[in-house]
């Protein structure tokens, strides 16, 4: 019971962590923009305010990048997930169905009761290799995008 529990606080634990901006990589990368927007105001004019100003510029258009691409990958999460709902419903709900409708029903033959749900095991095993091939395009695009709109030479 005791490992149940602490697993169950780590959990939770983790969670909150998660939540905390000082702790993930886009408030990383925000509390450095800000400190560098900082010092550009401080700045006399001259070579460095302008090679931070880039800089800075340069910043903002990737975390702008990410965060573009983060929402692309949970529009696309969101899909997967109904997608694997439905078919999972309807294979739940065949199941169900198989064996209320054998006696005088339209499955008079056992032997149709293995290919059935086999293949409808095969429709969420492709439904969910279509939606993982999906997510996975999406993400090469954005990356790409991303290298290409902070102007990173993509033959490395």
């Given amino acids: ?8 606080l780590g959990g939770i634990a983790i ?5 905390i ?6 408030g990383r990368r925000v509390a450095r923009i800000k400190g560098d927007a900082e010092l550009l105001t ?3 004019d001259g070579r460095g305010r302008d090679a931070l100003r880039g800089a800075l510029d340069h910043e903002v258009r990737v975390l702008l990048g990410m965060r573009e691409a983060e929402r692309r990958f949970a529009r696309s999460t969101r899909l997967s997930m109904t997608v694997t709902l439905v078919a999972t419903i309807l294979v739940v709900s065949v199941a ?5 409708t054998r006696d005088g029903g339209w ?8 290919p059935v749900v086999a293949a409808l095991y095969g429709v969420l095993i492709a ?3 279509m939606v993982l091939r999906a997510r996975y395009d999406a993400r090469l695009e954005a990356k790409v995008r991303q290298r290409f709109s902070a102007g990173v030479d993509e033959r490395r």
Avoid: N
């Avoid at 969670?15 to 939540?19: P, Q, T, V, W």
């Avoid at 901006?21 to 886009?26: E, G, K, Q």
């Avoid at 169900?96 to 209320?100: D, E, G, V």
């Fill in 1 to 8: 019971m005791w490992p149940a529990i602490f697993t169950f």
């Fill in 15 to 19: 969670a909150l962590l998660s939540r």
């Fill in 21 to 26: 901006p000082a702790l993930t990589r886009d």
């Fill in 42 to 44: 401080t700045l006399p």
């Fill in 96 to 100: 169900l169905l198989i064996p209320a």
């Fill in 107 to 114: 499955l008079d033959d056992e032997s149709l009761v293995v």
């Fill in 127 to 129: 439904t969910g290799a």
